[in-house]
C-alpha cells in the first residue's frame, strides 16, 4: 500500500501562486497515477489535475485549466500542483490520490488511496 502525504498550503492572495507537493511511500510510485482533488464543506470532492505513471499525459478540470500544472518526480515519489493566478473559489482543502493503473482517472471513487489533505486559502 502506498502512504500520501501533501504539503505546501497556506494562505495566499488572490492572483499570487502556491505550489502543492504530495510524498508517497510504501509503494512503487511510478505504478500509479496520481491525481489531485479539492473539497469545500458541504460539497463533494471535486477533480483537479490527474497525470500518468510516467508524466506522459496529464489532465485537468476545466475551471483550473490554463493556471494549474501537475507534474511527478518518480525519482523522489513525488507529485507536484503548481497553482498560479489563484481566485478565492480556489479556496478548499487539497487532497492527492494515487490509483494502480495506466489510466487517469477524473472521478474520486477511482482511487483507493488518499493523504490527510492540506488548506488552500485565496483572499479577495
Known sequence: QVQLVESGGG??????????????????FSNYAMGWFRQVPG???EFVATIKWNGGSTDYADSVKGRFTISRDNAKNTVYLQMNSLKPEDTAVYYCAAEPTVWMPRIAREYDYWGQGTQVTVSS
Open 43 to 45: 460539497k463533494e470532492r
Open 11 to 28: 494562505l495566499v492572495q488572490a492572483g499570487g501562486s502556491l505550489r502543492l507537493s504530495c510524498a508517497a511511500s510504501g509503494g512503487i
